[in-house]
Every structure is written in C-alpha cells, then in structure tokens.
Nanobody, 122 residues
Framework: QVQLVESGGGLVQAGGSLRLSCAAS????????IGWFRQGPGKERDIVAA????????YHADAVKGRFTISINNAKTTVYLQMNSLKPEDTAVYYC???????????????WGQGTQVSVSS
C-alpha cells in the first residue's frame, strides 16, 4: 500500500510559478498511475494531470495544457507538477492520488494525499 505526501503549495502572484511534489511512502510508484486533482471553494474535485509509473502515458486537462507539466523521477518515488503562468482561477487545494489503473475521475483512485493549498493573487 502506497502513502502519498504532497508539498510545495503556497501563495503566489498571477503569472508566477510553483512546483508541487508528491512523494511515495511505504512503496514506490511502480505499477501505479498517479493523478493530480484540485478542488476550489464550492467546486468539485477535478483532474489536473495524470501520468503512468513508466512516464509513457501523460494527460493534462485543457485548462492547464501548456502551463502545467506532470513528471515522475527515475526512482519512481516522486511525481511533480510544475505550474507556470498561474492564474487566480488556479486557486485550489491540490491533491495527488494513486491508482492501479488508468483513470481521470476521482473515484478511479484508491490512495490520496492530504492536499496542499495553492493560492494565486491577482
């Protein structure tokens, strides 16, 4: 069973950058699919990006395509979300999650981190 710990959130001005990290504990990400989700105030939890453990399959939501990049390190222990050109509408709690199969919906994922707050000021 893998445990997930997110870090890297914070407050940034519009146009700025942040890099979120999702570290695996108790296991590596080998044989898992990892997703980044976000949930803004009063909104549903939506997929932001997803990656297979091999890095061979990658997805970015249209809202972040060209601005955010998901990646995984060679040791398969950490997944990153590089966020550039941040906008106020990117403000949300960001969660990483792991699944044994490929999916883009929250209910496809079995393991979740605690979340990290990202706030973008205008």
């Amino acid at each position: 069973q893998v445990q997930l710990v997110e870090s890297g959130g914070g407050l940034v001005q519009a146009g700025g950058s942040l890099r979120l990290s999702c570290a695996a504990s108790g296991s590596t990400f080998s044989n898992y699919f990892i997703g980044w989700f976000r949930q803004g105030p009063g909104k549903e939890r939506d997929i932001v990006a997803a990656i297979s453990w091999s890095g061979g399959s990658i997805y970015h939501a249209d809202a972040v395509k060209g601005r955010f990049t998901i990646s995984i390190n060679n040791a398969k222990t950490t997944v990153y979300l590089q966020m550039n050109s941040l906008k106020p509408e990117d403000t949300a709690v960001y969660y990483c999650a792991a699944s044994s199969g490929w999916g883009l919906n929250p209910y496809d994922y079995d393991y979740w981190g605690q979340g990290t707050q990202v706030s973008v000021s205008s």
